[in-house]
């Protein structure tokens, strides 16, 4: 009989990067110490939309409605762009950009945010209709 050598001990990989938990570790830290700055982001765009949906709805009535549903999805994006642009901003532990500053430097991102959560939709539509035939009619 052949003895077969002992198998090599794998070191684990330095992909260059933290772990999961440290970066959700870091998330966290960011959002308690920031979070009346980037609440006051969200707050302030949806304020906005929600004004500017009203008044819509209010002066053109069920085509209103419509376009004040538009808006809102604009809205949404645009919070997103900017929370990004916030989180960016912060990571050095203290804010840099005004409300102002945060909103145009995440306006020009809206579209990509778009397509990220279009994609992002698509992947969950796919894996869930390909997971369970049974329950998709896809």
Known sequence: PV??????VLAPYDFGYESLSGVLGE????????AAH???IAFVIYIFAAVISAALT???????????SIVGIIAAFLVQAALVKAVQDIRD???????GATVSAA?????????????AGFGSGSGYCSSSSRACSC
């Open 107 to 119: 306006t020009p991102y809206v579209g990509q945010v778009v397509g990220a959560s279009i994609l």
């Open 58 to 68: 209010g002066l053109l009535g069920v085509f209103g409605t419509l376009l004040a």
């Open 38 to 40: 980037l609440l006051a």
């Open 93 to 99: 532990g203290r804010v840099d950009l005004s409300f």
């Open 27 to 34: 998330a966290w830290k960011l959002y308690r110490a920031f």
């Open 3 to 8: 003895a077969l050598p002992a198998p090599a």
